[in-house]
C-alpha cells in the first residue's frame, strides 16, 4: 500500500523527477503500477458522521451550529452568512482576533431579512443593512496578506468598540464576492482562494479527538473551542489526521495540512477569558509535529485538519463521512 501510495505520488507529481531519479527499469515498474492502480475504481470507506456544522459568520466570533449548511470552495454557507465573511480590524485595517480581544468569541453575528444583527453580553442587539454600496472600502490584513472589506459603517464602528472598551477604534468589515480574495498559507493549491479565515475554507475534527484530549486535563475542553467547521463522530482520536480525501454526502474535500495550534485555544469559549495555558500545554505535550515538517508548524501543536473543497455541494448533519481510497 505505502509502495502503490509512493508510485502513484510520483507518477502525478513528480514524474520527471521519478523517471530521472529510479533509472528507467524503476521507472517503467513505477508506471505500470501506476497506471493499474489510476485505473482501478476508486472505493469509499465509511469512516465516521457529521455530528455538528458550525460556521463563523465573524472571524473569531461565536459559532452559530446549524443542520445543514453548504459547502462552497470558499467554506461553509448557511442562509446568508458564510464563514469568516466578516471581521474586525482597527482603523488602519488590521485584523483583530480572539488573540487581542478574547471577547470576540462571545459575539455573535447573524443575519434576518437582510439585516446583519450583532449581539453581546451586556449589550443592546444592534441592527444594520448587510448590504452598504456606499460605505468605503477598506484595504485590510490578515496575517500579513492584503484583502479587501467593505466598511460596515459608524454604528457598528462604535458598538464593537464600545463593546471591548477599546482604546482605538475598531470597525468592522465585510468580504464581498467580488473583491479580490487572499491565497492561503503556500502549501495550498494556487487556485485556492479564502476570505478572513487563518489558513484553509474548511476546517475538520473529530469529537474523538477532543474527548482524548480532555481525558488529559483537569477541566474538559469542547469542540467549540477550536472552531472547526465539520466535526465528525463515529470515529477514533485523530483518525482525521490519515484521511486524504473525503467524500460527505455529493462534496468531496482534500486535506492539504494539519492545524497548528496558538494561544487562541486558550480562551474558554464561555466565558470569553485567555489563560494562556490549557489546553495548549497538554498538547504541546503528545501532538507536536514530526521534526521533518519543523519548517511548517514549528513549535505548534497540530489538532484538526485543514481542507480544500473539491467539490461542492450541501452537509448536513446525520451525514456519513467517507474516505475515498483509490
Ligand atoms: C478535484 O480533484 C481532481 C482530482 O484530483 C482534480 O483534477 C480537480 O481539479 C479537483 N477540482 C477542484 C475544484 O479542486
Known amino acids: 500500500m505505502e509502495l502503490r501510495a509512493a508510485a502513484v505520488n510520483a507518477l502525478s507529481q513528480h514524474r520527471k523527477a521519478a523517471l530521472l531519479i529510479g533509472g528507467a527499469g524503476a521507472a517503467l515498474l513505477g508506471l505500470a503500477v501506476g497506471y493499474k492502480y489510476l485505473r482501478k475504481p476508486e472505493k469509499l470507506v465509511r469512516v465516521g458522521v457529521v455530528s455538528q456544522l458550525l460556521v463563523h459568520p465573524l472571524k473569531s466570533g461565536k459559532a452559530l451550529s446549524v443542520a445543514l449548511a453548504e459547502c462552497l470552495r470558499t467554506g461553509l454557507k448557511f442562509g446568508e452568512l458564510q464563514d469568516r465573511h466578516w471581521m474586525v480590524v482597527t482603523e488602519d485595517g488590521h485584523m483583530v482576533t480572539g488573540r487581542q480581544e478574547p471577547r470576540l468569541v462571545l459575539m455573535t453575528l447573524t443575519c434576518e431579512g437582510g439585516q446583519i444583527c450583532l449581539n453581546g453580553p451586556n449589550m443592546e442587539e444592534l441592527k444594520f443593512p448587510k448590504k452598504n454600496p456606499q460605505n468605503r472600502v477598506i484595504d485590510c490584513r490578515v496575517f500579513g496578506a492584503d484583502i479587501q472589506g467593505r466598511d460596515c459603517g459608524d454604528a457598528a464602528s462604535s458598538w464593537i468598540t464600545r463593546y471591548f472598551k477599546a482604546e482605538k477604534t475598531y470597525r468592522l468589515v465585510h468580504f464581498e464576492p467580488h473583491m479580490k480574495a487572499r491565497k492561503p498559507e503556500p502549501l495550498f493549491p494556487k487556485d485556492e482562494e479564502v476570505a478572513y479565515p487563518d489558513f484553509a475554507p474548511v476546517m475538520i475534527l473529530s469529537e474523538a479527538s477532543v474527548k482524548d484530549l480532555s481525558s488529559k486535563l483537569d477541566k474538559p475542553v469542547t ?7 465539520i466535526i465528525i463522530s463515529d470515529c477514533e482520536p485523530f483518525d482525521e489526521d490519515s484521511w486524504e480525501e473525503i467524500q460527505i454526502g455529493s462534496v468531496r474535500l482534500k486535506r492539504v495540512m494539519a492545524c497548528g495550534r496558538c494561544l487562541f485555544t486558550t480562551v474558554d469559549p464561555e466565558t470569553g477569558v485567555i489563560s494562556r495555558k490549557e489546553p495548549l500545554d497538554t498538547l504541546k505535550i503528545y501532538r507536536l509535529c514530526d521534526p521533518s515538517e519543523k ?3 514549528k513549535s505548534s501543536p497540530l489538532f484538526g485538519q485543514l ?11 446525520g451525514d456519513e463521512v467517507f474516505k475515498i481510497v483509490r
Open 307 to 317: 481542507l480544500t473543497v473539491n467539490k461542492t455541494g450541501i452537509l448536513q448533519v
Open 295 to 297: 519548517h511548517l508548524y
Open 223 to 229: 469542540v467549540e473551542r477550536f472552531r472547526p467547521n
